[in-house]
């Protein structure tokens, strides 16, 4: 009897190394196996050489503001589907990111931030109202605005070393926009 007890627990904890084994292997080599592959989510951008190019992609135009001091590194892209055109603001060697700006059919929020903030003001560029999303020391982090149909928005990124104010965002908004900024 003692001796089908300890042939009985052996059996159990070989199923439970087998089990555990079997649960712990790479899903890609379960896809190796039976001739099929992991597919994950497809980039909804293409990247191209020139904002003419985005923008004959998208279907649409886009003004982009005038790059800051050693952010000239720009790279244009365009959604897939033709529901926006991107410009982002890279240092000379592509390590951090100044910004980026995007434009888009519709009324929807574009700026791909949705994080809560400690402040929300709307403010004046020309005629537009934009929506500015800050911190407590008046950092801008997301600006967007709605205009003739289209979605806009400057999305600046948190733990970047160029922090931009109010005025500057509305600054970029007026260049995008073709319009004045008043102080």
Known sequence: MKYAG???????I??????????????????????SETVGSANPFAEYDSLKEAEDA??????????????ENLVYRAATDGSMIEVIFYNDDKS?????????PGDADISGDYNEYSDEVTEKAGDIDVIMQTDNDGNVYVAKWYNNDYAYAIDIPQDGS????????LHYVS????TEHRK
């Open 96 to 104: 951090e990111e100044a910004f980026r700006t995007r434009k888009g």
């Open 6 to 12: 300890k042939i009985s627990i052996l059996l159990i």
């Open 14 to 35: 070989l199923m439970t190394a087998t089990m555990l084994i079997a649960c712990g292997q790479d899903k890609n080599e379960n896809a190796a196996d039976n001739g």
């Open 175 to 178: 260049e995008i926009m073709g």
């Open 162 to 169: 160029l922090k931009l104010s109010k005025d500057t965002v």
């Open 58 to 71: 998208a279907g649409f135009s886009f003004t982009q503001p005038t790059a800051p001091a050693n952010y």
